[in-house]
Nanobody, 125 residues
């Protein structure tokens, strides 16, 4: 069982930056991908970014060039650096652990097995 604890959310103005952190503990034998999802009110949860054990990263188009996912294996921590924030980035952000794979369209994705509790990010206009 994997435990994920997020931190770093908050309120930020448009154009600002935030960094989310996710500390990973527990059994990680079957995990080869770590990611961040977000869910805005009234919308489905979407995979924002994920990073695999070989360091390969993937991003949803709406955050490319603004968000960066990274990992510090020595600290068992995954980060999401969010720059140039927009009001549409407002959501609850969830850290997630799982395995990388492919969706029905042949695109790289993460199959998630474990979730964090979520952290709120609010971007004001």
């Amino acid at each position: 069982q994997v435990q994920l604890v997020e931190s770093g959310g908050g309120l930020m103005q448009t154009g600002g930056s935030l960094r989310l952190s996710c500390v990973v503990s527990g059994s990680r034998f079957s995990i080869n991908s770590m990611g961040w999802y977000r869910q805005a009110p009234g919308k489905e949860r979407e995979l924002v970014a994920f990073i695999t054990t070989d360091g390969t990263t993937n991003y949803v188009d709406s955050v490319k060039g603004r968000f960066t996912i990274s990992r510090d294996n020595a600290k068992n921590t995954v980060y999401l650096q969010m720059n140039s924030l927009k009001p549409e980035d407002t959501a609850v952000y969830y850290c997630a652990a799982g395995r990388h794979g492919f969706d029905s369209w042949g695109q790289r994705t993460q199959v998630t097995d474990s979730w964090g509790q979520g952290t709120q990010v609010t971007v004001s206009s």
